[in-house]
């Protein structure tokens, strides 16, 4: 077995490690056939507001061209664009090119396989098929669960499943969450992944979470006022997390009934970009219209833009016509300065909320 002294920080031993993969190949006459249909297999994807659906491939056999037909886990499409490493636009890949293609009808999970098909028929026609069987996985599942009750079944004796929802901003969140939350499983508790993707909390969302009673996780993501409102109504537990150890620490304690103060979240308002102010010297101040409740100067703020939250800061000023004030209420309109952020468009959610230090009571 060929083994390399290898060390990132002193930047040693690179060199010999690309010679010996080179040598090894070349022994084992490791090679792939360009002249046929393309696989390959998913390194990350996301959802672009404007492109949509976005994948990087790692094509391990064939061409892959622009216009061909692909299905790629529950998911199929046309290539409709293909960019290399360099964010440069072209029309063909051979194996071992990593490449960033838009045309997917959603969003892959990682290392999941990417075939190209015959005709788009077809892979439409996989991709059915594979979309039923997991509907049918999932709407199969039953059993529900919420944190602060976890520990009171516990106490019960009774053998409980943990079922989740995972939503977040990039597939690669989905799965390092996922893969820890499932490491947590023990004899009273296993814990299930039932679904996971990427985008914002949907309605959809909610009803499963309702049917399999499930708890859902949003990772940089956030509902809207509507589906926020449909979740409260069903009952439906939403956890919202910006750092993965928050999230595997706070059902890690659930668990095994070690649930410390912990900062709960309250939404003060909300309020609409309405328009867009450019001050030299200061920076964008945000015209907005207060939609619900009411924005408070010095109070946190997050930006969503289509579901996700692009930022997260502190109201810095708000305004009225000229005057600073310290808060202003629904139905009123002002002018918001967000501390250190400036790329503010029309059309964009800013949600004032502050954090509460709650200490959670557990069965006696």
Same mark, same amino acid.
């Given at each position: 077995?060929?083994?390399?002294?290898?060390?990132?920080?002193?930047?040693?031993?690179?060199?010999?490690?690309?010679?010996?993969?080179?040598?090894?190949?070349?022994?084992?006459?490791?090679?792939?056939?360009?002249? *046929?249909?393309?696989?390959?297999?998913?390194?990350?994807?996301?959802?672009?507001?404007?492109?949509?659906?976005? +994948?990087?491939?790692?094509?391990?056999?064939?061409?892959?061209?622009?216009?061909?037909?692909?299905?790629?886990?529950?998911?199929?499409?046309?290539?409709?664009?293909?960019? #290399?490493?360099?964010?440069?636009?072209?029309?063909?890949?051979?194996?071992?090119?990593?490449?960033?293609?838009?045309?997917?009808?959603?969003?892959?999970?990682?290392?999941?396989?990417?075939?190209?098909?015959?005709?788009?028929?077809?892979?439409?026609?996989?991709?059915?098929? @594979?979309?039923?069987?997991?509907?049918?996985?999932?709407?199969?599942?039953?059993?529900?669960?919420?944190?602060?009750?976890?520990?009171?079944?516990?106490?019960?004796?009774?053998? /409980?499943?943990?079922?989740?929802?995972?939503?977040? #901003?990039?597939?690669?969140?989905?799965?390092?969450?996922?893969?820890?939350?499932?490491?947590?499983?023990?004899?009273?508790?296993?814990?299930?992944?039932?679904?996971?993707?990427?985008?914002?909390? @949907?309605?959809?969302?909610?009803?499963?979470?309702?049917?399999?009673?499930?708890?859902?996780?949003?990772?940089?993501? @956030?509902?809207?006022?509507?589906?926020?409102?449909?979740?409260?109504?069903?009952?439906?537990?939403?956890?919202? =997390?910006?750092?993965? =150890?928050?999230?595997? /620490?706070?059902?890690?304690?659930?668990?095994?009934?070690?649930?410390?103060? *912990?900062?709960?979240?309250?939404?003060?308002?909300?309020?609409?970009?309405?328009?867009?102010?450019?001050?030299?010297?200061?920076?964008?101040?945000?015209?907005?219209?207060?939609?619900?409740?009411?924005?408070?100067?010095?109070?946190?703020?997050?930006?969503?833009?289509?579901?996700?939250?692009?930022?997260?800061? /502190?109201? +810095?000023?708000?305004?009225?016509? /000229? #005057?600073?004030?310290?808060?202003?209420?629904?139905?009123?309109?002002?002018?918001?300065?967000?501390?250190?952020?400036? #790329?503010?468009?029309?059309?964009?959610?800013?949600?004032?909320?502050?954090?509460?230090?709650? *200490?959670?009571?557990?069965?006696?």
């Amino acid at each position: 077995t060929i083994f390399v002294n290898v060390s990132a920080k002193e930047q040693i031993g690179i060199d010999e490690l690309l010679e010996m993969i080179i040598l090894q190949s070349e022994i084992l006459e490791l090679k792939a056939n360009p002249n *046929k249909l393309a696989t390959g297999h998913i390194v990350e994807s996301r959802l672009d507001t404007g492109r949509g659906a976005i +994948a990087t491939v790692l094509v391990s056999e064939g061409t892959l061209h622009v216009g061909d037909p692909v299905v790629c886990g529950m998911y199929y499409g046309k290539i409709r664009i293909m960019y #290399d490493d360099m964010g440069i636009q072209i029309k063909e890949a051979g194996p071992s090119i990593p490449v960033e293609i838009v045309g997917l009808s959603g969003v892959p999970t990682a290392v999941a396989e990417l075939t190209v098909m015959a005709a788009e028929k077809d892979a439409k026609q996989v991709s059915g098929h @594979r979309l039923q069987k997991q509907r049918a996985k999932e709407l199969a599942r039953t059993s529900r669960m919420s944190l602060e009750k976890l520990y009171e079944k516990l106490m019960e004796g009774e053998v /409980k499943d943990l079922n989740l929802i995972i939503k977040a #901003d990039v597939q690669g969140s989905i799965e390092a969450l996922k893969d820890s939350l499932i490491k947590l499983s023990f004899d009273e508790v296993k814990i299930g992944v039932i679904h996971s993707a990427v985008g914002p909390i @949907r309605e959809s969302d909610i009803s499963l979470a309702a049917v399999s009673n499930a708890i859902i996780l949003g990772f940089n993501v @956030r509902p809207t006022a509507k589906v926020a409102l449909i979740a409260e109504e069903e009952n439906v537990d939403i956890r919202y =997390y910006d750092i993965i =150890y928050n999230a595997i /620490k706070e059902i890690k304690d659930a668990m095994v009934g070690l649930m410390d103060a *912990k900062f709960e979240e309250k939404v003060l308002g909300e309020a609409e970009v309405r328009e867009t102010f450019h001050v030299p010297s200061i920076g964008t101040i945000a015209g907005s219209y207060v939609t619900n409740g009411k924005m408070k100067r010095g109070a946190q703020v997050r930006l969503i833009r289509d579901g996700i939250v692009t930022y997260d800061g /502190k109201v +810095a000023t708000l305004r009225r016509f /000229k #005057d600073d004030v310290k808060e202003v209420i629904q139905n009123y309109e002002c002018g918001i300065l967000i501390e250190n952020y400036n #790329d503010i468009k029309v059309g964009d959610i800013l949600e004032c909320y502050y954090l509460e230090e709650v *200490k959670p009571t557990m069965p006696v």
